[in-house]
């Protein structure tokens, strides 16, 4: 059976691809399964959890409910892009020391959004970082561990 | 989901043609964040998908004498932190506002969320109450269509098979004008069980309420004006007691149902509530006495 | 102490903030792998007259359709054997295991489930178990009276599972002693883990007929055991490795997809993958018991409590699973932490046409503390008695018992883990205002301890390796770091510690009922030591000392007074390969521990907006008894989470159905806290070394979602004036109580 795909380019953490996909494929499936960007987190698929969050073309977006053929020409940047040769992200040495992952699984799409709060708000409040993070749910933590980290990274760039 | 095609026409002429072209096989996209889900459930099975999103035409927020334009494409997140929709059109700003998370509002448009036709769709309610327009695009022409009539039922809007929804037009406000929007949720992120959009103005001088628009969503197989609570109010200086009797008669105007998120009568009951609130805030806004 | 007692980060940290880390769905081989999608039945109840999967199997793309015909015919369970992994006769619960496939991609999967035709004939169904286990009820197992049963199930026939009396004492005398009697009913339905990650597993079965699987699992052991079974193996032929695990809170310990993997993987002769959608994860994964509670108690007009009769109906699911464990548990604390001389336990468990009911965090116990609590404080209220004061009136202390804990309690601080919350959140200086109410509630926790082993081992530069099976749920893997650190003189860095599969790890409990730390630490600390006495033995020889004389510290061994006189462990690892002792390792094992209490007391702050019956919670004050923190960080973070979860339970979760299908199968209609409902938790510990558990730590992972919906439930009743008995405490139903309330005047 025939299956018609799509010839799209996308520039991923700085590294520039060119792929055919199916137009039905999600902006999530391709990361993780063409890419291999597997840091990125699949939690419900509807665009609810926020463990696909990424930044596309400055915006933090649910990728699961992105088409791949519409990141054609965009520029998306993903957990694994974040730190830079060796020297984590402030969020993710935040993170580390304030407990605020304790699964790990939304820890991926919660540091996109809290990277896209600080990248906009360097300077939040704790009001600020939780609105930020609303659209990431998290059933380990509570939410106060990552509150903390992410006004502990704000002090500290 | 096998062999679909997709197009991203960068002109509003041809996606239209490619409407006409594919006809019952075409399904039209903006943001993707209602789309993607029914395409993932298989309520849809489209063989073409056109994408609007490269149309230009369809974006932007521009304003004049005469009121605003809003593109049909234009995001959410544009529409909820516009500085001019925040302080003119402050309803709408919050409408947008309250669609999902940060990661919806950067990808939903206008246009998706009113095409969708969802009953509890948060920007049909202050549109409707705003007195907006809906401007759509067909082969023919462009045709124009108050938002209280856009929506015929739940998912149903009143768009044609190749017709686009192009942008939508909200009258400038009069003077001594003001809105509320008001919403009742399970937890603070949720679709509304209830939303209200009221908008009023008052007489030149004085807290006569000169003209008013009372919007309910989520309440009725489509967003509902509910004329006899704005007759309530309309010509009169509204007392506490006058305003609990409109937003008596909007609870009474209501056909609420029994569903997974609520009970019919506790939608009514917030009708009631949210009616109220919206009216006591819309009048101490546009400088009345509640 | 240097390293426990240390808020240190989580060992493996460093991967989950960078996105390293592989969970279930992220393992990827240099082999193809197949996507495995599972056919689920359509209806709760039905008998299967045919099924047809020809048209499937023929579908290019596909690579294997497995169903029933390729498994042995097992019978299987851990309590009752009940289930078989496919269904062939009947199903029992929509999304009851049918079939499987394996394709090369998603939705030729999809498609191929689409393409299986199964005949049914629909019958009645309970999703309730007071109905299921009405006279006449249909038989959801027909054949009950055939199954093979462990011994201690007992009262088995026809709907029911199981059915006990538990008592103490003699409650008719009692209640004759009473001055007042008090009876209430309460419900608690059934709500779900939802941990972020729904279930995955990638099996393969190499050539020798070795299933191999991947999978986030807090019970490698149990799963190994349940695939061998089901595919009749010996347990070296089957290997679990788990995978990091995205959430677990009891939901992942069952087997549930991975045996359909491995019987596609033998199959099809390739790897194959399958992760659950959350829609399936929620239909079919293993939720909290839905629970009716009655309660009678009687008390003195002192606030005395006399006699407790307390009646249980859980509706455990389509099979029994790990159901009897809910029971166990329930059965040990259902009078409450309270000394009461006269108790009955009338418990009842019900097969019911939905997914069998896991060990949700703390099983049981929010149910039972939300009935038992709100009891308490209406309780209190009659009699005009301070809430605390009626709890401190007859909290357990050293040595009391409650019915089934197994002996007289030991490490007991009821009183003072309640007097530190209601002293934390100022419970003697409140102010009254409008609408905003109060409550206190306490939880109780039993916790146990399952048989485990570990092993560290010396490496040649003096870092330390521990072997350990049990995998990171709450921070355990870094606490056995820590503990291993701290009696060998080293730092965590020092130490590696990550959990190994079932191949090779010691036999390891479960990593749930808070017990891992207690067993598994055990094991591992008394490991530590041995290898401490090795380390000893070999430097005393080489510094011609006693081994009476030497210090462990500071990474090395020294002889007390003299540190100069001393080797590094480094060198003293590389000497044991030439002394005659050998290399240094020590594999201990521990067995099962006496039950201890592990108490919560929380005090929460509410309003209540009279117009919407909205809840707010201002304020949550957590008080928990944990023994010693071996790592504060890791447990502050327990108990934030678990309070958080609870409020979910108490205020907006519930597991709603129609014709046994779930109608809110997703985040949209399931409502869990965000951000922005969660407020803060306010942690208050209390520390006392307890009796046995390494350092003296007690499980920390469950006691603080116990108390939180009756604290709730008892802050709207000091708020409002309603008393909800039923789960959620929805804003509609407090309007609605509120209304009923004002009405009656």
Redesign the interface.
Known sequence: MARRTKRIRVTVNGERYEKEVSPSKSLLDFLRMDLNLTGTKEGCGEGECGACSIIMNGKLVDSCLILTVEADGQKIQTIEGISRHDRLHPLQKAFAEKGAAQCGYCTPGMIMAAKYLLDHNPSPTAEQVLKAIAGNLCRCTGYGSIVDAVLSAAKER | ??????F?PPRLEEAVSLLRRYGKKAALMAG??DF??R??RGLVQPGV?V?L?KIRDLRGINSNRAGLKIGAATLM?EIASSHLIQTRYGILAKGAAAV?????R??ATLGGNLCNASPAADTASPLIALGGRARIAGAKRVREVPLEEFFLGPGKSCLQPNEILKEIFIPSPVQRSAGSFQR?T??????ALVNCAVFLSLASKGGVVQDIRIVLGAVAPTPVRVQAAEDVLRGKNPDEKTIEEAADCAAAGVRPIDD????AS?RR??VR?LTKRAIEEALREAGGEA | MKVVGQGLPRVEILEKVTGESVFGADVRLAAPILIGKILGSPHAHARIKSIDARKAERLPGVKAVVTAQDLPPVKYGRFVRDEEYFAHKKVRLVGDKIAAVAAIDEETAEEAIKLIKVEYEVLPHFTDGVEAMREGAALIHEEYDQYQALSMVEGRKGNICYHKQTVQGDTNRGFQEAERIFEHSFYAPMVHQTYIEPHAALARVDASGKATVWVPTQAQFFIRASIAEIFQLPLIKVRVIPTEIGGGFGGKMLPTIEPAAVALARKSGMAVQIVMSRAEDFQVANPRTPCHLRYKTGVKLDGTIVAREVELVFGTGAYCGNGLVICQRAEMLASGPYRIPNVKIDLFCAYTNHANCGPYRAPSGPQISFASESQIDIIARELNLDPVEMRLKNAIEEGDTTPACGGPLKSVHAKETLLKAAEAAGWKERRREKNRGRGIALGYWLVGGMASSAGVKLNEDGTATVMTGVIDLSGTVTSLGQIVAEVLGVELDDVHVRTADSDFAPHSTISAGSQALRSMGSATKWAAEEVKKQIMEVAADKLEAEVSDLVVEGKRVYVKGSPERGLSLGQVGQLSLTHKRGPIVSIQSVSIFPNQPAISAHVTDVEVNPETGAVKVLRYVAAQDVGTAINPLSVMGQVQGAVIQGLGQALTEECIFQNGRMLNPGFLDYKIFSSLDAPRVEVHLVEHAAEDGPFGAKGIGEPSIIPVPAAVANAVYDAVGVRISDLPLTAEKILMAIQEKNKSG
Do not use: F, P
């Open positions: 989901m096998k062999g679909i095609d997709y991203a993707g964040t993607l889900l395409l993932e998908i994408d999103k997140d999902g998370s940060i990661q919806t950067n990808r009742c399970r937890t603070a992120m949720d679709i997974v998120r609520s009970s506790y009951a917030m509530v």
